[in-house]
């Protein structure tokens, strides 16, 4: 009879621990307790055979809340990472670089968010399609890729989350490749038997493939989940434009003896699908 009574106890007991709720904490550690409430800012809990005492802690230090059913609960860290705030507004982007057919190019982009504070971005443009400002005659494509990072404020603040998704102060890391031709003019110069001074022209169909690897810099706006206006500038290292002076087609990369790239642009655009 007693081997069954401890038996009997050691199941009890067992039950009663499985039943169990447990908050697990961002630090790793864990609380057994039983929870009962998961408010807006705090998780409220008590200890077995004490619930005339409740305790609360701060959302900010929970990972996960998990339930002696099985059933788990992740809670967010702040409001700017819950997708469900952005459920209705659109995630997608197409824009026009509205100043670059004055630099000799037509360049568009497409930007998809991919969650709260995180998009990539995709640009093609069209060398020669624009003003030829240096006379070269340019043509050639050029394309790039961004991943952004929304900015976050300083601090937090209950139910602070972004206006869109898609919109504000971004850092984003972007490569870009450039191929194109042009015309290279040379002067020679000499005097004739009279002594006059000349000088004959001529020029050569001449090719460049550019590469640049570039951080920028920019905040985008978005005014009522339809029009879109982005502005940007970008340094940083660029290759393949040897001796020739940068050449401001997309970018620009400057000779190899200073190899620094730029970019800048404004664009805008239309966004769509939610």
Not at 41 to 54: A, R
Not at 212 to 225: E, N, P, R, S
């Amino acid at each position: 009879m007693k081997t069954l009574a401890t038996l009997c106890l050691v199941l009890i007991v067992s039950i009663s621990a499985y039943s169990q709720d447990q908050i697990i904490k961002r630090t790793g550690d864990i609380i057994n307790c039983k929870v009962t409430e998961l408010g807006a800012e705090e998780v409220k809990y008590y200890y077995d055979g004490n619930d005339k005492l409740i305790f609360g802690i701060d959302n900010a230090l929970v990972a996960r809340v998990e339930f002696g059913t099985g059933e788990v609960v992740e809670i967010q860290k702040n409001t700017f990472d819950d997708p469900a705030y952005y459920a209705d507004q659109s995630k997608n982007a197409l824009k026009v670089n509205f100043l670059s057919p004055l630099f000799g190019t037509t360049e568009f982009a497409f930007e998809k968010s991919l969650k709260p504070g995180r998009s990539w971005e995709t640009a093609l443009g069209i060398v020669g399609l624009g003003n030829d400002l240096e006379n070269i005659d340019p043509r050639g494509i050029y394309g790039k890729f961004a991943y952004k990072f929304m900015r976050n404020p300083d601090f937090y603040m209950h139910k602070m989350h972004y206006s869109h998704i898609l919109k504000g102060g971004y850092i984003a890391p972007e490569i870009a490749l450039r191929y194109m031709s042009y015309d290279d003019y040379g002067y020679d110069y000499y005097f004739d038997s009279s002594g006059y001074y000349h000088s004959i022209s001529s020029s050569d169909r001449e090719s460049q493939v550019t590469l640049a690897i570039m951080l920028k810099f920019g905040k985008q706006w978005v005014f009522d989940d339809a029009f879109l206006v982005d502005i940007y500038l970008g340094v940083g290292y660029g290759f393949g434009a040897d001796d020739d002076e940068g050449l401001p087609y997309g970018f620009i990369v400057a000779p190899d003896d200073f190899p620094i790239a730029l970019t800048s642009g404004l664009r805008i655009g239309w966004v769509f699908g939610k």
